[in-house]
């Protein structure tokens, strides 16, 4: 039972556009959602995380909307660029223990 | 990829062979934790320690075994039993303040 379930599996983006990358949870015990950037051949990288006690987290070009009514969180990525072709995981946890990722986003941005 | 270290890069499985994955942290960091990533699959849990010398089965632990007898090391073994090992494999570690870092993945091939 997959517990994170994250949309789209790609994205093709303009340079200059607006990156959305969904993802839904089931787990109401849930209280910790990252996101992670994955390079090809590279771990990931934390990009930013959220807690549900705040709607909207911001830094830098990335944005994180959580609703937790609709048990549902995205990753906004403003004025994408070419360097921000990758693959995309949201995760999910109880604490900071045992992440349950999703399937990942690949996401490529068009010069 | 912070603190954390892993090798080989690469790794070649011979059939019934058993192989072992390293990971180290120099991050003071309590629990380590080892993912599977294979194409299309995003990251699922093998195996997580919270503290020295106790650890506990993720969602995929059947063929792999691990140890960690020291806070600074989590290596992974990848048993004969394991018939399908191909994968890149990511060690993580992180506290419950901190949220998961991620090494740099050992990429395991069948011969």
């Known amino acids: 039972q997959q517990q994170v379930k994250q949309s789209p599996q790609s994205l093709i983006v303009q340079k200059g556009g607006i990156s959305i990358i969904n993802c839904a949870y089931e787990n109401t015990a849930f209280d910790y959602f990252p996101w992670y950037q994955q390079f090809p051949g590279k771990g990931p990288a934390l990009l930013i995380a959220?807690?549900?006690?705040?709607s909207e987290k911001k830094e830098g070009r990335f944005t994180i909307s959580f609703n937790k009514s609709a048990k549902q969180f995205s990753l906004h990525i403003m004025d994408s660029q070419p360097g921000d072709s990758a693959t995309y995981f949201c995760?999910?946890?109880?604490?900071?223990?045992?992440?349950?990722f999703g399937k990942g986003t690949l996401l490529t941005v068009n010069p | 990829d912070g603190g954390i270290t892993q090798s080989p890069k690469y790794l070649f499985r011979k059939e019934g062979q058993n192989v072992t994955l390293s990971c180290e942290q120099n991050l003071n960091h309590d629990a380590m934790y080892w993912y599977r990533q294979d194409p299309g699959q995003g990251l699922r849990l093998i195996y997580y320690?919270?503290?020295?010398?106790?650890?506990q089965k993720g969602d995929i632990a059947e063929g792999y075994s691990v140890s960690r007898e020291k806070k600074e090391s989590f290596p992974l073994t990848v048993t004969s039993a394991q018939k399908n090992p191909t994968a890149f494999y990511l060690c993580a570690s992180g506290t419950v303040q901190e949220t998961q870092y991620f090494g740099p993945g050992t990429r395991l091939l069948v011969l």
């Open positions: 959220i807690r549900p006690d705040v």
């Open positions: 320690s919270q503290i020295v010398n106790d650890f």
């Open positions: 995760a999910a946890s109880k604490g900071n223990y045992k992440l349950t």
